[in-house]
């Protein structure tokens, strides 16, 4: 049960912050409710599938996120390297504060405590978070430094969105508008997000009352975050409070209780050693 509540907020937070950029970048004159319901029909669709319609629907985003560093590898050409410099201007304390806010970007290795059972090579799973984390980090890392060339020390800080606002730059003949184009196929890269997490809740959720097909309480939550839409949508700084809290809970799980569970394992096979010697 709390795996299930876990995962339904972590599913809520990543659909709803998705939705606000979308009606802010893309569907500005849409209600949210419907905005809403456009994302939660395909979320369905690949969910019901189960686990491995989920992989195989994850491996395909993860190819076509290839493209992604081509737009930010063309703002370049206007870059300013010496925005870098100082590197630690302010000192460590800085960067020592938000350490504890980038954690929240590195949640979602505990998926693997769920997962595991699925795996055909079980041997390799401590390899495969590994390397996607260090592959998130590469990518933030990339995207941060080419916000911070770009804009200057002072016009970073007139930006809500700098990542999307970058895109705004970017101009073509056959497109008026690049930065609604890249955020609509931003839809694809976080639903992995959202996705994953509302099929791990359905699969708690119906493992804890002993059913085998967890599609109806997909369809279940589909409804009532629909309905819960469609009569309260957070603004951007409501919903950045409810990061801000759920990034909190998120360390503990994700950080906090594998360290718990290590050390309970650890203890409890030193106790069954000397009760069998």
């Not at 590898?73 to 100082?86: F, K, N």
């Not at 592959?135 to 060339?149: G, K, W």
């Not at 804009?151 to 073509?172: A, G, R, W």
């Not at 939550?221 to 309905?227: F, K, M």
């Amino acid at each position: 049960m709390f795996f299930a509540l876990y995962y339904a907020y972590y599913a809520y937070i990543e659909i709803v912050r998705m939705l606000l950029y979308t009606k802010q970048w893309s569907l500005p004159q849409t209600t949210p409710w419907l905005v809403m319901l456009l994302m939660l029909i395909p979320t369905y669709t690949v969910a019901r599938g189960g686990s491995r319609i989920l992989g195989r629907y994850i491996e395909l985003i993860f190819f076509l996120s290839l493209m992604v560093p081509l737009p930010y590898l063309y703002t370049l050409q206007d870059a300013h390297w010496l925005h870098l410099l100082p590197v630690v201007k302010d000192g460590w304390r800085p960067i020592l504060s938000a350490f504890r806010e980038s954690l929240l970007y590195y949640t979602g290795f505990g998926v693997s405590l769920m997962l595991y059972p699925f795996l055909e090579h079980k041997d390799k799973a401590s390899a495969g978070i590994v390397i996607s984390s260090t592959l998130s980090m590469l990518a933030y890392l990339f995207i941060v430094i080419v916000c911070f060339v770009y804009f200057s020390p002072d016009e970073m800080k007139l930006y809500n969105d700098p990542v999307i606002n970058i895109l705004k730059t970017i101009q073509f003949k056959f497109i008026e508008r690049f930065e609604v184009l890249m955020t609509s196929f931003f839809l694809f890269l976080f639903s992995t997000s959202w996705i994953t997490t509302l099929y791990l809740c359905a699969f708690c959720t119906s493992w804890l009352f002993q059913r085998q097909d967890h599609r109806p309480h997909l369809r279940l939550l589909c409804l009532i975050v629909g309905i819960g839409t469609y009569f309260y949508m957070p603004t951007f700084n409501e919903s950045g409070r409810i990061v801000q809290f759920f990034g909190r809970i998120a360390i503990g799980v994700e950080y906090v209780l594998p360290v718990c569970l290590l050390l309970y394992m650890a203890a409890y096979d030193r106790l069954r050693r000397r009760r069998i010697e």
